[in-house]
């Protein structure tokens, strides 16, 4: 049986922090420079694909600095980074599994946007200095368990709207 689609909002907002960079322990255990893309990830909603038939979407907030940079990069890779991105947040928040091949739809919006309000958090006064714990060191070294199927993954859209 078909799954269905999942459709992907990737929006911006400015309660959401820009991305930062971020110092992490490799599988090796050695420290590696990277950069932490904050996003907002808000409940699936019931909507209809463009077909008519049954779906889900989802929304991912990020900063507007990421969806300027995505439209600034004339090569595409930052945004497909950021798309693939929004995709595994969502696979991992809800336990979904998408298929990586997405569209970029002409439409700005899938969904109502008064149903896809979210809460987020006031994020200013979190420490700025984080530090790699054991549990880094632990998770860098454990191999990654083996995945079981449950299904063919649902189609899924992505839904890009740059500022403005």
Not at 8 to 31: F, I, M, S, T
Not at 38 to 50: H, K, L, Q, T
Not at 64 to 81: K, Q, S
Not at 127 to 147: F, L, M, N
Request: aromatic letters at 4%.
């Amino acid at each position: 049986t078909d799954p269905g689609t999942a459709q992907v909002n990737v929006c911006a907002h400015d309660a959401v922090g820009p991305p930062k960079p971020v110092k992490r322990l490799n599988e090796q255990g050695e420290e590696v420079d990277g950069v932490s893309v904050p996003v907002s990830i808000g409940p699936p909603r019931p909507c209809a694909d463009n077909r008519g038939e049954s779906s889900v979407v989802v929304d991912c907030v990020v900063s507007p600095n990421v969806l300027a940079d995505c439209t600034a990069d004339e090569t595409g890779g930052h945004r497909d980074f950021i798309c693939q991105l929004a995709l595994h947040y969502v696979e991992s928040k809800y336990k979904l599994a998408m298929d990586r091949k997405y569209k970029l739809p002409r439409l700005k919006y899938k969904g109502d946007p008064e149903e896809g309000a979210q809460w987020v958090r006031d994020q200013s006064k979190d420490s700025k200095v984080a530090e790699a714990s054991a549990g880094d060191v632990h998770r860098a070294r454990r191999k990654a368990a083996p995945t079981i199927a449950l299904g063919p993954a649902p189609r899924a859209e992505v839904w890009y709207a740059p500022g403005g």
